[in-house]
C-alpha cells in the first residue's frame, strides 16, 4: 500500500528543487554560483546575466503555413520570441562568441539573458509546470487519457500568458514543428537518434510521476515509458525509467531508502566517456552540434561493465561532480549523480536538494528528479520551503486532489 504522505512529498520535493535550482540553472562553472551568491540556500530569482547562457539564438522553425492550412497554432514562445530564431521573427540579438562549458555561440554578456529570464524567486520553470499540466489533466477526468494531457498540453503551450519560462527545452521545440507539419499529436515526439539532446532529464519527470498511477512498479515502467514516448524517444530515457520507478515506488512503499538505493545503485552501468572527457569533445568540436551523430550516438550509449555501487563508497564532490559524470542534461550522467547527493546525504531532503543546486548544469530537470525521491523517503518536508513557492496554494491542491484520486 501506497504511503499518501509519501505520495504528496515526492510531488512537494519536485516542485521545490526546480524552484531553488532555477536561479543556477546551467552554471557549469560552480566558481560563477560562488561568486554570486556564495552558495545557494535558499530561494532567489533568475539575475541578469546569465555567465553562461546560450538561450538566445536557440532556434524554433515551425511550418507556419502549414500550420495555418491545418488551423493548428504554431506560436509557444509569446513574450519569450525575442531570444529565439525562428521562421517567423528575426533575431535581433548577434551571438558573438564561443564561451561556456560546450562553447556553443552566446551573445556578449549584456545580452546573455538567463534562460528562466524574469522569474521571482519561488517560480517554477516549465518543466516542473508541465508536471502540473499532466496532474490537472488527470484531476479532471478522475484518471490519465493521453489524448487529453496532449490537448492540455498543446492548449498550454501555445496560449499566450500561460508559460512565464522563457526557456523551452528543446524536445518542446521540436514536437511543435512536427505537429505545425500536420503530423498527429502522439507521434510528434523527435528520436534520440536525430536530435543527440532529445535523451535528457527533461524526458523523465514526468513519465515518473505518471507511473505513481500505477498499482506496482512493473505496470509503472509500462505506464511511464509510455507517455515518455509521447515527448521524447529515447533508450537513454527508458533505462532511467526502468530503475528509477521501482525505486520511487520502494520509497514510497516505506522500505529503507539507503537499503532500496544501495539495491537500485548494484544495476546502474557507468557511462564510457566520464563528464570531464565529454566536455573536452564537445570543447574541442566547438559545440557539440559539431560532432557527427554516429559519434554522439556512441558518446552517450556505450557503457562498461563497473557499476554504480563499486564507486559510491569512495565518491566525493571532487571525483564525481564534472570528473566522472558531467552535470549536463543526460540521464546516464545525472542518474548516478542523483544517487552520489542521496548517498552522501543519507536522503537528508535539504542537503540533497541544496546539493544538486549547487553542483549546477542541468540542476534543474535533475533536481526534479532528485526532489521527487527525496521527498518519497520522508515523512515530512520544511513547511517554509513549500509556501515560499510562489504558486503554493494551487500547487497544494492539485497535489492533494492527484493523490486523493491514485490512492483510491
Same mark, same amino acid.
Given at each position: ?166 526557456? *523551452? #527545452? +528543446? ?5 511543435? /514543428? =512536427? ?8 507521434? $510528434? ?119 554504480? *555501487? #563499486? +564507486? ?5 564532490? /571532487? =571525483? ?8 549536463? $542534461? ?79
Amino acid at each position: 500500500m501506497k504511503n499518501s504522505i509519501k505520495l504528496q512529498n515526492a510531488l512537494w520535493g519536485l516542485f521545490i528543487a526546480d524552484s531553488i535550482s532555477m536561479p543556477v540553472h546551467w552554471y557549469y562553472k560552480r566558481e560563477y554560483i560562488k561568486n554570486e551568491y556564495g552558495a545557494i540556500t535558499g530561494y532567489n530569482k533568475a539575475s541578469h546575466p546569465h555567465p553562461e547562457s546560450f538561450m538566445v539564438g536557440n532556434t524554433y522553425l515551425p511550418d507556419v503555413e502549414m500550420a495555418k492550412k491545418m488551423d493548428r497554432p504554431f506560436d509557444i514562445l509569446h513574450e519569450h520570441i525575442n531570444f529565439y530564431k525562428t521562421s517567423y521573427s528575426d533575431l535581433k540579438i548577434d551571438l558573438k562568441v564561443h564561451e561556456g562549458e560546450h562553447k556553443n555561440p552566446m551573445p556578449l554578456l549584456n545580452e546573455r539573458y538567463h534562460y528562466h529570464h524574469g522569474l521571482e524567486a519561488g517560480d517554477n520553470t516549465l518543466g516542473a509546470n508541465l508536471v502540473r499540466v499532466l496532474l490537472r489533466s488527470i484531476i479532471k477526468n478522475g484518471e490519465y487519457h493521453q489524448d487529453i494531457f496532449l490537448d492540455e498540453f498543446i492548449s498550454f503551450m501555445t496560449t499566450p500568458g500561460k508559460n512565464k519560462d522563457a526557456y *523551452s #527545452e +528543446i524536445y518542446v521545440r521540436d514536437w511543435f /514543428e =512536427n505537429y505545425t507539419k500536420g503530423i498527429a499529436p502522439e507521434l $510528434c515526439a523527435n528520436s534520440q537518434h536525430h536530435r543527440w539532446s532529445i535523451g535528457s532529464h527533461g524526458g523523465v519527470i514526468r513519465p515518473l510521476i505518471l507511473a505513481l498511477t500505477a498499482k506496482s512498479s512493473y505496470d509503472g515502467v509500462g505506464i511511464a515509458v509510455d507517455h515518455q514516448n509521447l515527448t521524447h524517444r529515447s533508450q537513454n530515457i527508458s533505462s532511467a525509467l526502468s530503475q528509477l520507478v521501482p525505486l520511487l515506488f520502494d520509497l514510497i512503499n516505506d522500505e529503507a531508502p539507503m537499503d532500496a538505493l544501495n539495491s537500485t545503485t548494484k544495476d546502474i552501468a557507468l557511462v564510457k566517456i566520464h563528464g570531464s572527457e565529454l566536455s573536452k569533445k564537445y570543447a574541442d568540436a566547438m559545440g557539440p552540434g559539431n560532432i557527427p551523430k554516429d559519434d554522439m550516438w556512441k558518446i552517450h550509449t556505450e557503457f562498461t561493465n563497473e557499476r554504480l *555501487s #563499486e +564507486i559510491l563508497p569512495d565518491a566525493t564532490d /571532487e =571525483n564525481i561532480i564534472t570528473t566522472r559524470f558531467a552535470t549536463a $542534461c543526460y540521464p546516464e550522467h545525472g542518474v548516478p549523480l542523483i544517487m552520489y547527493f542521496l548517498h552522501k546525504n543519507n536522503f537528508d531532503f535539504k542537503k540533497s536538494i541544496l546539493d544538486n543546486a549547487n553542483a549546477g548544469g542541468d540542476n534543474v530537470h535533475r533536481g526534479m528528479i532528485l526532489g521527487a525521491l527525496a521527498g518519497a523517503s520522508c515523512e515530512e518536508i520544511p513547511e517554509d520551503l513549500k509556501t515560499g513557492l510562489k504558486e503554493y496554494e494551487n500547487i497544494k491542491n492539485e497535489i492533494d486532489e492527484f493523490v486523493k484520486i491514485i490512492s483510491q
